[in-house]
């Protein structure tokens, strides 16, 4: 089913594929609204790798002068890319054997060719390629990434954009910093922000070796 040889050999069997090609480029075009409604995805699937072979075969035959002049002439500059990223994705595909996969996950493999390489290397060895085939080996593909840990923090905007800083509650069997801090207050008449920015000094100082701890004799 998988064809296995390379793109030139494709488009050189098929003068077919390229008149077919041009048959579906020009079919809006030259249809009308009630032929072009015919066309199934599986054969706008189709069209876009003869498309995508196509180019890249002219791309590798022709001089670059004559190919810039096929890309004006056609319309695609500036398009091209995405064509021929297509081509080097599925290049041991035929148009045929995907014919079955929605045009914009053609897109999208090919866009993430790396991404995606074990998709397409198990896709060769499908003997039906279908849109659920691969909808299937692209979820097997992508890795749950872990949650990152939040980082606690105790910074709070205000509503005209500032910041405040806010200690979560402590809870605590014994209650013994609240205690502590509620008889700081109620004997020093300081405040509660007051009382923590000067532990938060000492502590400070502490840990660069500015105050010494001394045990009691």
Not at 49 to 74: C, G, N, P, T, V
Not at 135 to 161: D, M
Not at 191 to 215: F, W
């Amino acid at each position: 089913m998988i064809t296995q040889g390379v793109i030139t050999a494709q488009v050189k069997s098929k003068a077919v594929a390229k008149s077919e090609f041009e048959q579906y480029v020009n079919a809006p075009n030259s249809l009308g609204i009630e032929k072009f409604s015919n066309i199934s995805l599986a054969d706008v699937t189709k069209t876009i790798l003869y498309h995508a072979f196509w180019l890249a075969d002219q791309k590798k035959k022709i001089s670059l002068k004559e190919y810039r002049q096929l890309l004006f002439d056609k319309g695609w500059r500036g398009e091209e890319k995405r064509y021929l990223k297509i081509a080097a994705v599925f290049g041991k595909f035929s148009p045929q054997d995907l014919a079955q996969i929605e045009p914009l996950t053609v897109y999208q493999l090919a866009n993430n060719g790396n991404k995606y390489k074990p998709v397409i290397e198990a896709l060769l060895d499908l003997s039906a390629i279908t849109q659920e085939a691969v909808r299937s080996l692209v979820k097997e593909q992508r890795t749950p990434k872990e949650p990152k840990p939040e980082k606690p923090s105790i910074w709070r905007r205000t509503k005209n954009g500032g910041r405040y800083c806010q200690i979560p509650p402590i809870h605590e069997q014994d209650e013994q910093t609240g205690v502590t801090l509620q008889k700081m207050m109620d004997e020093e008449g300081l405040s509660a922000q007051n009382i923590v920015a000067e532990a938060m000094s000492l502590r400070q100082a502490h840990k660069q070796g500015r105050l010494v701890l001394v045990e009691p004799s």
